[in-house]
């Protein structure tokens, strides 16, 4: 139970005076024990490697755009470690890193694996952590990143290393800014630690360097906790791993809750608003009795009725056999997922604009008859919701709308109704649960502190090697860590393009969960004896050794082929 | 990864067609890893004991009185458990066992002590278990308990062995049932598993079989993840180690990311209504900025606006220093504690029994006036919720009123009060959260489990040695498990009276936090540094081996007299 106050050198003693970053916290055992824990690299990484280039790329979309739009990157191959007899000719060189967007586990090692790589493979070499995210690299603030300053954040959680934000480079102005960053700090390389946005950015970073004969070569890494970012070269993103165990923890606790006391339905909303992975994720590991997935609501053309029968016929159908619990899953993006929803928002977001909106309600005629009788539909409370929580453009804020708890409301209406017809005799108690914000910054689980480390010390080695527009790949994940794959794959070649604006603009595509890929396929195949059996599986706490302690996730594993 | 069917044996093979309890359930590996592991008994329990008994005892409180209502039992001494040369005559026995009240971490282990004492030191013992709670007695419902049966609960979370229920055995009809029970099953004795309210009555069961000559003897065991069940003898209730790690667990997440996205203040509600036990302890294991005491706010007569006062004044302090994020622990109980929010509670109460509710609000004249400047001090919504959500008897709901999101909306206003008179310049969000279901039927920590196991298996041997209206009792706790004491405490002894409708009823008063024991004391010690500097500590998931996977938690040792 003693807390420790750390030290560079893994001592555990009070520290002295103010020192940078986390040398003055105090630590608990697990978080002393965490910093202790030895990294495993991937063999190709632990002796002597060269760099050898796979056949040209193209792009996922429309690559005559993107090669006009990426002139200098387009079509160059992807880049594989590979052993070798020599050690590789390396020089000191000057590294800069940033974290973009929302926090996921990991991103620390990602910083400990290029510092590691710098450190062990080019003697002299710098490594500076440009801070607040991108914006750190337009006003150049950054810190130099020590021995000392890295090495309380060894396999601990959070981005506070350096902190990270949302803002993007995006007008000729701020791309001039970056530049001067790079002339003045003399940079050799920037690693982009960020999600499908910042890996464009960082796409587009390295073009424009590339275009102004700057040395400085971009190099992105592969962060998301809503898993969204993957493709066959990166199969998968860091942090979601933890994140979705940490919130199976919480569900399977939550079900042995509802089986003990026999009376509540659990419905949980979790993080992931564009795409279900981590919803389908958490269902695999912990056989929900629903979970919906967004995807799947979308293909199907689903309205929030359908919706809120599924759920309530499930719930009547265990009503039959006694059952008057269970444990709903929903993604925080279900309803961006329902046209007619998307529908009646748009309708009210002109509305709002540009009309009187009368207690009365006469506004109401604006609304075409299907958006005005799904208006009607939604509880009062979300109608409320809808109607006063605007973003600073007047827009109704999607993102402020308590799916979970609209849904309980739905349900009881339905379920009233139906007891009003006497098809439904029993009693129904909602509980309404958002696990977010608590899996964003936990202690990476092994699996993530592994991969992060291999991320990172994998693109220290694609810098020294010259590469540019390439997202670090850690490959073979199935495999020990030792079997690992490292290397690194063209940006360009993720890419496709949308239209905005008149203008073409190259977007690496969100990754959605597939209907017919294993993961969702397995789920689809078991739901139905989830729904009605009471199948729970409990994960209990992420173990850092002992059993279960090095496996990764359910999706990652499935896609890999592997049989669970 | 893997999950596995579970069997008695150990092993993990797919069930083979329906089996009763969780035989047919699918286990994660934490699980299955828990049930393969081995219970330490205290070195008393491990060799031959006797009983034996300590002095007469009292009473807690108005000791005539309690004599008056258990003229049986009052006065009887403790027992202790002792080395002994010969093993003790021990005889089959066939006992009851029940859960009483909501879920804490650890029961099953409580049954599996019993369970494995009766096997192993009396040979063709009977174990029962009523399902439902007290229901189960009265209405006769329960289980054989068998080795297949017990098996896979041991070391497992919730109470679906044989669930709980809230009912009580109050009425002459529902004794009498009770005795029915007893006598049918022809019971040598009965554990009751609960809080301070089921641990009273178990004590008047106890005296009720005494008095009709029954030879059925009951004993309790302390049950309350709120920990406000404990006394010198009984040192802590099972569960609360458990629940506040995982509530710590999320909390240091949290804080976490509040330090990674510096713009977020998180008021985070724990359980806990009647005490501010696991507030406390989650204080002392993670450091937030503030944590509201329940009992230090009632001490110190503290209105709404005082506390929201404390805590905008540390947001305005922290922004000073540059830190616009935070976390704020609030106890579920909260308003409860403040005087005038009771009486506010009281008039309203009154008024919608009696009075119209006029939509003008000329209703508000019949609040004394410092209720009135009350109601119109509070968040729109919260006036709402006062008003809307009622009980069946017509009152107000104080459970259901949001404390956090009400604390979080007085402390936005007075912000733009002080942002209007130049005291403030920053921007503040706050984000909601209420951690409560997830941590009450966790996979108990190795602290609960051995705890229980030890709870359950002392309590045999008092049966065992025809000892009634006991609390089974395991002391020395902050020694290793070896070291530890087992015993019984008459439960007479820790109660008082309270009357009510004009008789006095006897109560186990509950344990509040005390202002000048030592944890509160070493809270109020760093609170002001914790307030201002960051010293966040992220305790991490429950580790179930390896560092800190064996120490309990830090009211429990901070009480017994340990230095932190």
Known sequence: MAAAAVTSNGGAVAANGPAPGRLASVYSEVQTSRLLHTLPLPSVLRSNFSV?????????????EIAKLFPNLFGQPSASLVPSAEPAATRPLKVGVVLSGGQAPGGHNVICGIFDYLQERAKGSTLLGF????AGIMKCKYVELTSDFV??????????????????????????????TANKLDLDGLVVIG?????????????????????????????TIDGDLKCKEVPTSFGFDTACKIYSEMIGNVMTDARSTGKYYHFVRLMGRAASHITLECALQTHPNAALIGEEVAAKKETLKNVTNYITDIICKRADLGYNYGV???????????????????ELNEILAHDVVDEAGAWKSKLQAESRELFEFLPKTIQEQLMLERDPH????????????????????????????????????????????????????????????????GAGA??????????????NLAAPVEEWTVGGTALTSLMDVERRHGKFK????????????????????????????????????????????????HTLMLELGAEL
Request: glycine share 10%; with cysteine; proline share 6%.
């Open 52 to 64: 050898v280039d796979g056949p040209a790329s193209s792009a996922a979309g429309n690559p005559d």
């Open 131 to 134: 801070k607040g995210g991108p």
């Open 462 to 475: 694609l810098l020294q090697s010259g590469k540019t527009g390439l997202i670090s790949s850690v490959g």
């Open 195 to 223: 999600g499908d946005d910042s890996n464009t950015n960082a796409c587009l970073l390295g073009e424009y360097f590339r275009s102004r004969n700057l040395k400085t070569r971009v190099i992105g890494c592969p962060k």
């Open 328 to 346: 709903i899953l929903i993604p925080e993006g279900l309803i961006d997922f329902i046209p007619e929803v998307q529908k009646l928002i748009a």
């Open 506 to 553: 190259p977007v690496i595509k969100k990754a959605m969960v597939e209907l017919d890929a294993a993961p969702f396929k397995k789920y689809a195949s078991l739901r139905d004896e989830w729904a009605i059996k009471n199948r729970y599986i409990s994960p209990g706490p992420i173990q850092f050794s002992g059993p279960g302690s090095d496996d990764s996730n």
């Open 394 to 457: 007047g827009n109704v804020q999607v993102a402020k709308i308590e799916t979970e708890k609209m849904l309980i409301s739905m349900v009881e209406t339905e379920l009233e109704k139906r007891k009003a017809e006497g098809r439904y005799s029993a009693h129904f108690r909602g509980q309404a649960h958002f696990f977010g914000y608590e899996g964003r910054c936990g202690l990476p689980t092994n699996f993530d502190s592994n991969y992060c480390y291999a991320l990172g010390y």
């Open 151 to 180: 090495y309380p954040y060894r396999n601990q959680g959070g981005f506070d290393m350096i902190c990270s934000g949302r803002d993007k480079i995006e007008t000729p102005e701020q791309f001039k800014q970056a530049e001067d």
